[in-house]
């Protein structure tokens, strides 16, 4: 019997590595939250997305859930967990009374609300709706928290071209970045869901994007990596580059 490699490469290939990779931009940046744990302050580390990685983490384990989908949510489930780990850490890293922990406050209970109601929602009020009315509804949520996301690497490409600065892109997460983002468009494409296929389009084009301009202004140095969080997502701790994916 032949064996069909496109249903290979497509919904077993292309998924997996970008599971993979995704836990490894994840898991990436615990080092660097180690460090400023020791050192017992946050330094330059910006903590306000970690609450918004949490939420798109969760959302997507959800949509994961109701599609069944192993893929979506073993590239999820370790980040969830990861970004509590960020978000408790750097919130008792934050200074007492500080905006930071005030903003921090506020985006937790109010994505934490967002997600019960979401819950409550799909769980008890649409308990008879049909898988599908579910599955729109879950993914409208988890790419609306993904807009939120967006904002920290729009933000950056803006400013690299401002200042014809590179340095605050790393180069080898951009390249991860666009391999992640590619994977899981391919993925989305051969599942014909545009919850998962939109998103990481986008996000695609921003990596690229981010490797055009390390090209670009390539005569200075890139930072070191700091890398935490896209999917439907990675979470640079120092500058906010964010990975999108679900």
Not at 57 to 76: A, P, Q
Not at 146 to 172: G, H, Q
């Amino acid at each position: 019997m032949a064996m069909d490699w496109e249903y290979i490469g497509t919904k077993l290939v292309a998924p997996g590595v970008g599971c993979l990779l995704a836990n490894v931009m994840y898991f990436s940046g615990v080092s660097a939250m180690m460090r400023c744990k020791r050192a017992g302050r946050l330094g330059d580390m910006n903590p306000l997305p970690f609450p918004v990685m949490l939420a798109t983490n969760i959302s997507w384990i959800m949509y994961s859930i109701l599609l069944g989908d192993y893929f979506l949510f073993f590239s999820d489930a370790p980040g969830a967990m990861v970004s509590v780990y960020f978000t408790q850490v750097a919130y008792s890293l934050a200074q007492d009374k500080s905006k930071t922990r005030a903003v921090m406050e506020t985006s937790l209970m109010s994505l934490i609300m967002a997600l019960l109601t979401l819950t409550l929602y799909v769980g008890i009020v649409a308990r008879d709706a049909s898988p599908e009315h579910k599955q729109i509804v879950v993914g409208i949520f988890a790419n609306l928290v993904l807009v939120m996301y967006y904002a920290a690497p729009l933000s950056e490409v803006k400013e690299v071209i401002r200042t014809r600065d590179s340095r605050s892109l790393y180069f080898p997460l951009a390249v991860a970045q666009t391999i992640c983002g590619g994977s899981w468009l391919v993925y989305g494409i051969a599942l014909n869901d545009p919850f998962i296929y939109a998103p990481n389009g986008m996000g695609t084009i921003l990596g690229v994007l981010q490797l055009v301009l390390i090209f670009m202004f390539h005569n200075k140095p890139d930072a070191p990596p700091m890398p935490g969080s896209p999917a439907g997502g990675t979470q640079d701790l120092e500058h906010g580059a964010i990975e999108l994916r679900p």
